[in-house]
T-cell receptor, first 116, second 113 residues
Framework: DTGVSQDPRHKITKRGQNVTFRCDPI?????LYWYRQTLGQGPEFLTYFQNEAQLEKSRLLSDRFSAERPKGSFSTLEIQRTEQGDSAMYLC??????????????FGPGTRLTVL | AQTVTQSQPEMSVQEAETVTLSCTYDTSENNYYLFWYKQPPSRQMILVIR??????QNATENRFSVNFQKAAKSFSLKISDSQLGDTAMYFCAFRGGNEKLTFGTGTRLTIIP
């Protein structure tokens, strides 16, 4: 059973550019979450999906951010017109109520975004 | 809204000693989960231990155990026989009925050889 994977691991971009990150959850997991972690802080929730439905979005997720999970498998997180304040680690996690243990989120390695 | 507080930004302990990390939380929910996650330097978040609020018995995983005090809303992590590989940031996290995890600010633990 492979874990959660994220791509790319690192992304450096210039302010104003668009970036897209990908997350592949653990295969049996129907729930997928995105978090943002800035240096020295705990992760903050951004959004989550159950299958292909996006069920909750944080106020942190401005209109420049969009997330999709079109087939209920992998997910993408896009940031448009990046700003220096978007520099952070973007973490993906997945879970399932049917897994053992249930309802426990497992994290990927993260994508570290640096906006110059 | 739930809040999670970790009042110890940094701790250090000699190898083989026991260390306890503190966590308190605030919620009006009765059914929830609590977690401790470990994030080694430049590496990914790893689940250490989980506790269901409806279970009175404290969770244990090998050298890791918790002291869950529901009335006091306290959830501390004890690491016994600490090892160099335990050096990491430790995050306490709460999950209520809305699925998302709410994290504390973390405790940086250093195991000294």
């Amino acid at each position: 059973d492979t874990g959660v994977s994220q791509d790319p691991r690192h992304k450096i971009t210039k302010r104003g550019q668009n970036v897209t990150f990908r997350c592949d959850p653990i295969s049996e997991h129907n729930r997928l979450y995105w978090y943002r972690q800035t240096l020295g802080q705990g992760p903050e929730f951004l959004t989550y999906f159950q299958n292909e439905a996006q069920l909750e979005k944080s106020r942190l997720l401005s209109d420049r951010f969009s997330a999709e999970r079109p087939k209920g498998s992998f997910s993408t997180l896009e940031i448009q017109r990046t700003e220096q304040g978007d520099s952070a680690m973007y973490l993906c996690a997945s879970s399932s109520p049917l897994a053992a243990p249930p309802d426990t989120q497992y994290f990927g390695p993260g994508t570290r975004l640096t906006v110059l | 809204a739930q809040t999670v507080t970790q009042s110890q930004p940094e701790m250090s302990v000699q190898e083989a000693e026991t260390v306890t990390l503190s966590c308190t939380y605030d919620t009006s929910e009765n059914n929830y989960y609590l977690f401790w996650y470990k994030q080694p330097p430049s590496r990914q978040m790893i689940l250490v231990i989980r506790q269901e609020a409806y279970k009175q018995q404290n969770a244990t995983e090998n050298r890791f155990s918790v002291n869950f005090q529901k009335a006091a809303k306290s959830f501390s992590l004890k690491i016994s026989d600490s090892q160099l590989g335990d050096t990491a940031m430790y995050f306490c996290a709460f999950r209520g009925g809305n699925e998302k995890l709410t994290f504390g600010t973390g405790t940086r633990l250093t195991i000294i050889p």
